[in-house]
T-cell receptor, first 114, second 113 residues
């Protein structure tokens, strides 16, 4: 089974702190994604990565950056956390060989910024 | 652009009732369509998918048929269980370009005994 893990289930940070959210997948997937999930808004794509060291902005990249130094790991960075970044963050990965488009999700990190 | 519209919830049903959650989409070309489910405290899991018109995806008693003429992918189950209580997301993936997933806003299902 594909396994996507995230470093924390719950995180509380203060405004202005630098925050790192880590995601690791164990299936050699090329593509990885970071979403945030908010009530009434569904999932919104923050950043994604085609492959190692490659990254692309999603729909709401402002206030975030990412790093993908190894194929299995995709990090989301909040350079200076703000209260409006309080949300559930979901990481996903995908193997898009053979035309398979479904994404596999981690359990999520619920981040609270106070 | 591409978009997905789901019925607003919560949908509240008694155990063994029939379930329908409506989903319609807007897309160019022929996207792939998905239903994901999120149980409390967990990430999203793929429930079922369909990749071309008239395909029927099915899993765990849930079904959805890709209807190109009505641009719909409604989720159905004949007899729901308390354990089906979750949030259900409809999504599409364009079959050109990078195929990013586009999600609906989610529909919460509450099933009571």
């Amino acid at each position: 089974d594909v396994k996507v893990t995230q470093s924390s289930r719950y995180l509380v940070k203060r405004t202005g702190e630098k925050v790192f959210l880590e995601c690791v997948q164990d299936m050699d997937h090329e593509n990885m994604f970071w979403y945030r999930q908010d009530p009434g808004l569904g999932l919104r794509l923050i950043y994604f990565s085609y492959d190692v060291k490659m990254k692309e902005k999603g729909d709401i990249p402002e206030g975030y950056s990412v790093s993908r130094e190894k194929k299995e790991r995709f990090s989301l960075i909040l350079e200076s956390a703000s209260t409006n970044q309080t949300s559930m963050y979901l990481c996903a990965s995908r193997n898009n060989r053979d035309g398979a488009y479904e994404q596999y999700f981690g359990p999520g990190t619920r981040l609270t910024v106070t | 652009g591409n978009s997905v519209t789901q019925m607003e919830g919560p949908v509240t049903l008694s155990e063994e009732a029939f379930l329908t959650i409506n989903c319609t989409y807007t897309a160019t070309g022929y996207p792939s369509l998905f239903w994901y489910v999120q149980y409390p405290g967990e990430g999203l899991q793929l429930l079922l998918k369909a990749t071309k018109a008239d395909d029927k995806g099915s899993n765990k008693g849930f079904e959805a048929t890709y209807r190109k003429e009505t641009t719909s992918f409604h989720l159905e189950k004949g007899s729901v269980q308390v354990s089906d209580s979750a949030v259900y997301f409809c999504a599409l993936s364009p079959n050109t370009g990078f195929q990013k997933l586009v999600f609906g806003t989610g529909t919460r299902l509450l099933v009571s005994p």
